[in-house]
């Protein structure tokens, strides 16, 4: 099926084929779980990661540069409507697929990965499952092809405690109003479209919230600046101010009263796609520190047989694996529980396995000319977009007892 897709792509064809006689090429662990097509997508987006990521990821970070072509270049691949339906310029692959291709993209630029993870897993996935065949032709078609989308959710009083909404709905005949503001859009400031949750009765708390797809350029709507931010610098978020945002009803994803259900529905696929992200951060970081510790001498030896080196990237090894793992298991046994766990444990893994590699690289681990401080900084955010790691652990364990009546 993925080598139909791609066909449609001469160059995405010929890299495919290459990537299928060389898929059993890499040692890295985990592969064995993953099918020929599932494979063939890693190979794809670690060519590219390798060949055009890796070399640039540092620069656009220190700049703050969004990755324009970088973004094209893998709409080119397909990696921009991974899991949407053919029909819509997607190459309907399964979520493992697109977990492997972010893992493999942040693994070059946390930046990149983070803005391939949200544009799919949180807007281009949700309108392909959820939207009419209207709402697929307006919102889903040039979004395979190079428009960006985003998933505007968070407010300025509503970031973990989502029923706080203040952002309202309100309908006027065949249309709806649209006022209030959202915080923290990621690429809102290039993107074209988003979905925006909204209050039609705040007494209703979350039974009160709505799903609507608005176009960015839509009279009303006006993009925020983008914020300074510690990590993935060449992401961006804003804010985005919603002043009479008029839209046809057209625009309503699913049924009001839906909003929250959409929401934390979506939002499960979300931490899949922020744990693979975190996960890339992770594995980027050991690469970093075992590469640096083989060249480096201390006392007449080299740092990889120091103890407690040696140590430290054993530790980063596991902490991998197990982020990894877990990922992989959510995206393809979806559930609160799996993505929540799996987002917990990577986001909390890629932090430490990033602090590792600045210890190992001494002084230059905290030097912008080396890699490891970048991955100290991106790691850090994987604990809080997509959802706090504080609110994952209660998520897991909420339904760990539910699963023993013991609620
Ligand atoms: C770079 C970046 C990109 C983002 N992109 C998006 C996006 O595209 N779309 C979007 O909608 N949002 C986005 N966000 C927002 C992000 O999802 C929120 O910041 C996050 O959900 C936390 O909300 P908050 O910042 O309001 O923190 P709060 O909810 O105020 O939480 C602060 C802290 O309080 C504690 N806490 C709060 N509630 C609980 C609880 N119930 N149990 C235990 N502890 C708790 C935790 O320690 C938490 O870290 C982004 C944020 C960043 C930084």
Not at 160 to 179: E, P, Y
Not at 275 to 295: F, M, N, P, R, W
Request: hydrophobic share 40%; net charge neutral.
């Amino acid at each position: 099926m993925v080598a139909g897709a791609l066909l449609k792509s001469t160059k995405s064809s010929l890299c495919l084929l290459q990537c299928m006689k060389a898929v059993v090429s890499q040692s890295r662990s985990f592969t064995s779980q993953l099918n020929a097509e599932q494979l063939a997508i890693q190979e794809l987006a670690r060519n590219y990661t390798n060949e055009h990521l890796k070399p640039n990821a540092s620069k656009l970070d220190l700049q703050g540069l969004f990755p324009f072509e970088e973004i094209k270049q893998l709409t080119n691949l397909g990696l921009m409507g991974a899991c949407v339906d053919q029909e819509y310029g997607g190459l309907g692959l399964d979520y493992l697929s697109l977990a492997v291709a972010v893992e493999e993209i942040s693994r070059g630029c946390a930046s990149t990965g983070m803005v391939v993870s949200i544009h799919n897993f949180l807007y281009a996935n949700l309108v392909n499952e959820r939207g009419t065949p209207e709402q697929k032709e307006r919102f889903l078609s040039d979004f395979t092809k190079g428009a960006v989308g985003c998933f505007a959710l968070s407010e300025p009083d509503a970031g973990s405690d989502v029923a706080n909404i203040k952002t309202t709905a309100r309908q006027d005949g065949d249309f709806w109003i649209l006022n209030g503001k959202k915080s923290w859009v990621t690429s809102a400031v290039e993107g074209a479209a988003t979905v925006v949750f909204a209050t039609f009765d705040p007494e209703l708390r979350h039974k009160g919230l709505a799903c609507f797809l608005v176009p960015l350029d839509a009279e009303g709507v006006f993009r925020g600046k983008k914020e300074p931010l510690m990590g993935v610098r060449a992401a961006t978020a804003c804010d985005l101010t919603l002043e009479h945002v008029r839209l046809p009803n057209s625009c309503l994803l699913g049924h009001s009263g839906e909003g929250f259900k959409i929401a934390m529905a979506q939002l499960d696929q979300g931490r899949i796609g922020i744990a693979a992200h975190a996960v890339g951060i992770a594995q980027a970081a050991l690469d970093t520190a075992i590469s640096y510790a083989k060249e480096r001498h201390a006392f007449g030896k080299n740092l990889t047989r120091l103890p407690s080196v040696k140590d430290r990237l054993t530790d980063m090894c596991i902490m991998v694996e197990t982020a990894r793992l877990l990922t992989y298991r959510a995206a393809t046994d979806v559930s609160t529980k799996n993505s929540s766990m799996a987002k917990y444990v990577a986001g909390r893994n890629a932090a430490a396995v990033a602090d590792h590699c600045v210890q190992i690289l001494g002084g230059r681990g905290l030097s912008t000319k080396f890699n490891a401080e970048r991955h100290f900084r991106d790691a850090r955010g994987t604990q809080i977009y997509g959802g706090v790691t504080d609110i994952q652990k209660r998520l897991v364990g909420h339904f760990l007892l539910k699963e023993h009546n013991a609620l």
